[in-house]
């Protein structure tokens, strides 16, 4: 299995050893590469004898060769996830440690991360996949494809604020019921706040209707801010009640002549004369 080095341990055997004799046969043996592989050249050098009968046997060659696999190192690694505030995504950041790498290697481990789904909540499974070894010395390691850890989404804050509005008299009843909202993520819109409503702001006559907004939602922190509807008097109507109005005059008799102009009449106040009997 990959180590890191060239080192290779190799096993001996001659048919050429006769009866009891007593012969051993020592070598220096090493991979031509370190790298991971099949049918890698095994360069066999400094085969020497040894032994109590060693002196009655030569070597044809001191040097020899044979082939032999190095397996990839299994490498265990582990994740582990970021929490996060609500952002309308299952997109994840974990950090991996590995248990098995050797050190003067240089390897790189990168993977793809989501949550379970996007939603506001604890311990919540990060699903890790793709997970790709890089760097020169990449193809000695082999690690698994996926793993799983977790972590925690927060909510987001979100102010959520009535569309106050002024309106004209128009005799019936109005009102407001919308309300507009900063602070939603990954383009989400008000109507992703289903358990949200407006409530007040409505009226028939001139004036100032207040309007509240309440409410929950499980991805955001919500502040709520009221408004009102304001309705106005319809000034075209006052206009025309301006122009229009007809003053009625008393009619006066003046000389059997019939006339519109009122006529002032001044009374005196008269003085009483008292007597006592």
Avoid: H
Wanted: no cysteine; proline share 1%.
């Amino acid at each position: 299995t990959y180590d890191g080095t060239t080192d290779a341990t190799v096993s001996d055997s001659t048919n050429d050893i006769i009866g009891e004799d007593v012969v051993t046969i020592s070598e220096s043996a090493s991979f031509a590469t370190k790298n991971a592989g099949e049918n890698i050249t095994v360069n066999i050098t400094g085969m020497s004898l040894g032994g109590e009968d060693a002196g009655n046997y030569s070597l044809t060659s001191t040097t020899d060769s044979t082939t032999a696999t190095i397996n990839k190192k299994d490498v265990t690694v582990s994740y582990t996830a970021a929490g996060k505030t609500y952002d309308g995504t299952t997109i994840a950041k974990v950090s991996n440690k590995d248990d098995g790498f050797i050190s003067t290697d240089t390897i790189k481990v990168s993977q793809q991360a989501n949550f379970e789904d996007k939603d506001v909540g604890s311990s919540k499974t990060v699903n890790i996949t793709d997970i790709v070894l890089s760097g020169a010395d990449a193809n000695n390691y082999q690690v698994a494809d996926t793993a799983t850890a977790s972590a925690n989404i927060a909510k987001a804050d979100a102010i959520v604020k009535v569309d106050s509005t002024t309106k004209t008299y128009n005799g019936n009843e109005q009102k407001i019921d919308s309300f507009s909202v900063k602070g939603l993520v990954n383009g989400e819109t008000v109507s992703s706040l289903k358990n949200v409503k407006v409530t007040g702001g409505s009226g028939t006559n001139a004036g100032t209707y207040t309007a509240k907004v309440s409410g929950i939602d499980k991805n955001y922190n919500l502040t709520f801010i009221d408004g009102a509807l304001i309705i106005k008097r319809d000034a075209t109507l006052d206009n025309t009640l301006s122009s229009t109005t007809k003053i009625e005059l008393p009619k006066a008799t003046i000389n059997n002549i019939v006339t519109n102009t009122p006529k002032l009449v001044v009374v005196k106040p008269q003085t009483l004369q008292t007597r006592q009997t």
